[in-house]
């Protein structure tokens, strides 16, 4: 069995200190008979045992901790997709997250949503804060354009606004799977310290929150159907799914595609109605 085989992490500890340039990093150049860093400059700048450094290179000593990882990232100036490949090769999974976000979408991403004018589409933090969404999110769920942006959150929606619970066929039973997948993401995400103000908050507004909170459900948020009743058009049925965002692991799309060939028309109705608000002769 090959090298590269046998100890993927040696290997890929390996091709990233050999693209690293010694002079950058005030390490003498002069002759040297291989590329990039030297194993025991690698083990300087991550603070670790050179032999220990060396170990990891042969497959020796076991697997290495994540303390000792984070330091060989940060060393070896990994990107964060690099890091997360170096915690998988070295421990079997990635990094605990840690929950940042700008809560900036791109022009890209929006014009994502944008291409799908009869789906309703929005791009949610792991906090549930909505940061983008398209025209037929706004006809068919909320306009979020008309709220604060600390008003643009799913769940103080779910539990402070009358008309987002007039909405829904069953309100219980959706503001128990909204909470469950709620605490899901925002664990995953890591984002606890967060999320602690508006549990805070929303457990104070609303007794129903307080209890579905307490309850400790926790649910997934890959697909479903929902139904809500808009209205002018009535019930629409909604296959929505859950995606997320390569490279931006805080973010999430929900893409809400029509479920019948009823709600389909209605939610096409709409949007011809926003797109000529003029009234008929």
Request: glycine share 8%.
């Amino acid at each position: 069995m090959s090298m590269e085989t046998d100890n993927p992490l040696g290997t890929f500890l390996r091709d990233r200190r050999s693209r690293m340039d010694p002079v950058a990093f005030g390490f003498g150049g002069g002759r040297r008979r291989t590329p990039g860093l030297r194993r025991e400059e690698v083990a300087q700048r991550a603070n670790i045992s050179p032999t220990w450094y060396t170990w990891l290179e042969q497959g020796r000593g076991g697997a290495p901790s994540a303390d000792v990882l984070n330091r060989l990232a940060a060393g070896l100036m990994l990107t964060e997709p690099e890091r997360e490949h170096l915690f998988i090769l070295g421990l079997g999974r990635p990094p605990e997250a840690t929950y940042k976000t700008s809560g900036e979408v791109t022009p890209r991403l929006q014009r994502v949503l944008d291409a799908m004018p009869f789906s309703p589409a929005i791009i949610k933090t792991a906090t549930w804060d909505v940061v983008a969404w398209n025209a037929a999110a706004a006809m068919v769920l909320t306009d979020y354009g008309k709220l604060p942006r600390e008003q643009r959150n799913i769940l103080r929606l779910m539990f402070t606004n009358p008309g987002m619970k007039a909405a829904q066929e069953d309100w219980r039973s959706v503001a128990r799977y909204v909470v469950g997948s709620f605490r899901a993401d925002a664990a995953r995400a890591g984002a606890g310290a967060e999320i602690a103000t508006l549990v805070e908050e929303l457990s104070r507004l609303s007794p129903e929150f307080e209890s579905l909170w307490r309850d400790n459900y926790v649910a997934g948020h890959a697909d479903g159907l929902k139904r809500l009743h808009h209205p002018e058009h009535g019930l629409l049925e909604l296959e929505f799914s859950a995606l997320a965002v390569d490279g931006r692991p805080e973010l999430g799309v929900i893409i809400y595609n029509p479920a019948t060939p009823e709600t389909a028309g209605r939610i096409q109705s709409l949007m011809m109605r926003r797109a000529d608000p003029s009234p008929a002769d």
